[in-house]
């Protein structure tokens, strides 16, 4: 399941509006999401004073089923946090796991591949370098 929501972006002109921004994306589930990631248009949004576009950066994940990956983007401007970030993404790692029914939890224990990088161009690059294609 891919999720998302409305919430208050303030423009570099000082302009404060409304713009939807996704938290999640099961690209296997919506693909048309992986096109957005790979052509930077994911959590993009325009001012409607200047009409700037731009990117809004948030903590993101990039969930894969068929690629078994489980890809969190935060901010590059966490990078320096990285220690607390690898903690708080294990114990969602853990939560989620508590929930798999245990016959296939072995698909996700041997299988899944959890990734944490640093700014969504980061993304881009790891999908384009892993065979992944635009459309």
Known sequence: ????????ITCG????????????ANVTASPELRQQVLDGEMNVVKCPSCE?????????LY???????????YPRDHEQKTGDIHARVQEMWEEVMGKVPPGVRHVFDN????????GM???VLYL???????T
Not at 13 to 24: D, I, K, N, V
């Open 1 to 8: 399941m891919s999720t998302g929501g409305k919430t208050n």
């Open 13 to 24: 002109c000082g302009q404060t509006f409304e713009g939807w921004l996704w938290q999640s």
């Open 52 to 60: 700037r576009r731009f990117h809004v950066e948030v903590p993101f």
């Open 63 to 73: 969930h894969d089923v068929e690629a078994r990956e489980w890809i969190w983007v």
């Open 111 to 118: 299988e899944y591949r959890v990734i944490i990088l640093f």
């Open 121 to 123: 161009d980061a993304l």
């Open 128 to 134: 384009r370098a892993n065979g992944v294609k635009s």
